[in-house]
């Protein structure tokens, strides 16, 4: 059984900081590309970041980009982000993915086969 537990989650001020992590299991980790996305009320999931298996491809949304860092753990079955200099507008429920094969861009949802319960982000003005 395949499980994505997603934790960092909580709320700060703009400007903070915050570093998600998602630990995986029941899965070969290390052949899983992995991502985070996330989710405001009332607005389409957007992907944020990607990453290759053996963190050295990296891919960021314009959103995000110079203020989000993906990285991964292999030995530990873990991802994470972190968030700097952070907006109001990143306020959003935080999910990660995993996927096997992904034939478009990695911060696409198409080929991710599993899926965290997600992590409230709240960012205060």
């Known amino acids: 059984q395949v499980e994505l537990v997603e934790s960092g989650g909580g709320a700060v001020q703009a400007g903070g900081s915050l570093r998600l992590s998602c630990k995986a299991s029941g899965l070969d980790f290390d052949n899983y590309l992995m991502a985070w996305f996330r989710q405001a009320p009332g607005k389409e999931r957007e992907g944020l970041a990607g990453?290759?298996?053996?963190?050295?491809?990296?891919v960021y949304a314009d959103s995000v980009k110079g203020r989000f860092t993906i990285s991964r753990d292999n030995a530990k079955n873990t991802v994470y982000l972190q968030m700097n200099s952070l907006k109001p507008e990143d306020t959003a429920v935080y999910y990660c993915a995993a996927g096997r094969y992904i034939t478009k861009s990695l911060i696409e949802a198409d080929g991710y086969d599993y899926w965290g319960q997600g992590t409230q982000v709240a960012v205060s003005s």
């Open positions: 990453i290759s298996w053996s963190n050295d491809i990296a």
